[in-house]
């Protein structure tokens, strides 16, 4: 990729095209974890995020849900529909685990009776707090419409991922989603679907196949990552 980009964060980074409406996001080999603190280059990792959310992406689309994939480009390189974000991380839990296992004094692995769904205001001066609906609504991020919307649509993806994911022996744990407004208004889904943004538990052994490897030293990330791509690609070759 030549030109600058528009915009580099911890993993990806955003390049104008053509068309305004419309972006390149290049999926990087960067790890980081605690806002920053701890970084690595993991080579291959942007390559398997890449196709393991356009794989996810497809999966959402061809049920109805409208995300902002548009193709792939190259193996590290994803067309987006430029939008303007909404400042929120959108999580969804299955289990417990992380920060929720902590703040309840939970062990990891409970299995939650119904999914949950958390709202984290983006604002790294304050840390990414964890916040009401209500709150956004107050600070003029979200309308209230919006706010359901989102919830409503992230546990509609929470299904899909859950289904699909469980079918090859993967075990959704929580996973954060980000929105935003296409030019026309339109709510779809952003940014990435990965296992740098989702938990997943292999589900015969337990064991982790998601960024907590990187950041809790629990063993090489992109062999773990491959295994998830493998195993969607297995799933997809027995439809
Ligand atoms: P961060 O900004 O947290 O370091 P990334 O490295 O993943 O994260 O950067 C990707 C950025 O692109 C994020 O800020 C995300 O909100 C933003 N983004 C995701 N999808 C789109 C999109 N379709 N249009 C514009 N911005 C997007
Ligand atoms: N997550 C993410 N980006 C963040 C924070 C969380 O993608 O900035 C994902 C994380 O990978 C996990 C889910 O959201 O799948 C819930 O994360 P949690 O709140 O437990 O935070 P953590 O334990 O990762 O600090």
Do not use: C
Not at 162 to 186: C, M, N, Q, T
């Amino acid at each position: 990729m030549e030109a600058a980009p528009l915009y580099a964060g911890k993993a990806k980074s955003l390049y104008p095209t053509d068309d305004p409406d419309q972006l390149l996001m290049v999926y990087r080999d960067d790890a980081t974890a605690g806002n920053g603190a701890k970084h690595a280059r993991l080579a291959g990792k942007g390559e398997l995020n890449a196709a393991i959310s356009a794989v996810a992406f497809g999966w959402l689309e061809a049920e109805g849900i409208p995300t902002h994939f548009l193709g792939r480009v190259d193996p590290v390189t994803h067309r987006v529909q430029a939008l303007r974000m909404l400042p929120v991380e959108v999580v969804v839990r299955n289990r417990l685990a992380g920060s929720l296992a902590s703040r309840l004094g939970q062990p990891e692995g409970m299995a939650l009776p119904e999914p949950v769904v958390e709202f984290y205001y983006k604002d790294d001066a304050l840390g990414d707090p964890m916040v009401l609906g209500e709150h956004l609504v107050a600070l003029g991020k979200m309308d209230l419409d919006q706010v359901g919307r989102v919830r409503a649509s992230a546990l509609a993806v929470n299904r899909i991922l859950a289904a699909r994911l469980g079918r090859a022996g993967l075990e959704l744990v929580d996973f954060k989603l980000e929105y935003g407004l296409s030019r026309g208004g339109e709510l779809l889904v952003g940014d990435e679907i990965s296992p740098d943004t989702a938990r997943l538990w292999d589900r015969a052994t337990g064991e982790r196949l998601d960024k907590d490897r990187f950041r809790r030293d629990l063993g090489e990330l992109v062999p773990a990552y491959r295994e998830v791509l493998d195993r969607l690609e297995r799933d997809h070759a027995t439809l």
